[in-house]
């Protein structure tokens, strides 16, 4: 059973300078309305700025993202899944993109995996608002899975870009989960991963706080 709250809580205001300051530094989760309102586009949009993210300068990235708005049609699902062959190669030769094959591809192939899920369930923004936040691992688990390029952290990542209310594993979180014995490393195995979930769910059931918000504290706790 996971240790009480309060003790990371307490070392988090003291670290940030106290309890108002450190709840304007905390983020906020998109309500499952907010959620199913976000156009599919969007999302696929936010996921592949992710992806390009991942080890390149986020300032590089963003400063390129109109021109990938333009190539990719916008990120509109069944327009980016028409692009043949010759259409996706000829982005290697396009100087305004990030010119990276495996990240270039991903993008076909994750709106492929996102008009799947919109099939089934309307809205990829539906699928994600009825997600439950109490088994988030499980949603990291088939976002690795099923999308390309979204596994480690890239997946929590989006998630928090987005607004789905998650936690994510930095060092410092990491570290705060170890200290509070939940784990004695890095989770990564599905039975840590399991003892970080139950802690969370232990943790926001004692607060009332969302994961990201939990994630946040837990951080600021240890530096």
Not at 74 to 90: K, V, W
Not at 146 to 171: A, C, H, I, W
Not at 210 to 218: A, E
Request: with cysteine; proline share 4%; aromatic share 8%.
């Amino acid at each position: 059973m996971a240790r009480s709250f309060q003790p990371i809580l307490k070392r988090a205001v003291k670290r940030t300078g106290g309890l108002d300051r450190l709840e304007k530094q905390l983020p906020k989760p998109k309500t499952a309305r907010q959620l199913k309102a976000v156009k599919d586009d969007r999302y696929l949009s936010q996921m592949c700025l992710r992806v390009f993210r991942a080890g390149l300068k986020h300032s590089l990235v963003d400063s390129k993202w109109p021109a990938f708005e333009e190539v990719f049609h916008g990120f509109q699902p069944g327009r980016i899944t028409l692009m043949n062959d010759e259409d996706m190669e000829a982005c290697m030769g396009n100087r305004a993109l990030i010119r990276h094959w495996a990240k270039i591809s991903s993008v076909r192939d994750n709106a492929a995996a996102m008009q799947r899920i919109i099939k089934e369930h309307g809205s990829f923004g539906a699928w994600l608002a009825d997600w439950p936040t109490n088994d988030i691992i499980g949603l990291w688990d088939t976002l690795a899975k099923e999308f390309s390029q979204l596994g480690g952290n890239s997946g929590p990542y989006f998630l928090r870009m987005v607004g789905k209310d998650t936690f994510v594993l930095t060092g410092d979180v990491v570290q705060g989960l170890v200290d509070a014995k939940v784990v004695t490393k890095k989770p990564t195995g599905k039975a840590d991963k399991r003892k970080t979930q139950d802690a969370f769910n232990a943790w926001s059931e004692e607060t009332g706080r969302p994961l990201c918000q939990l994630s946040r504290i837990l951080a600021f706790s240890v530096g």
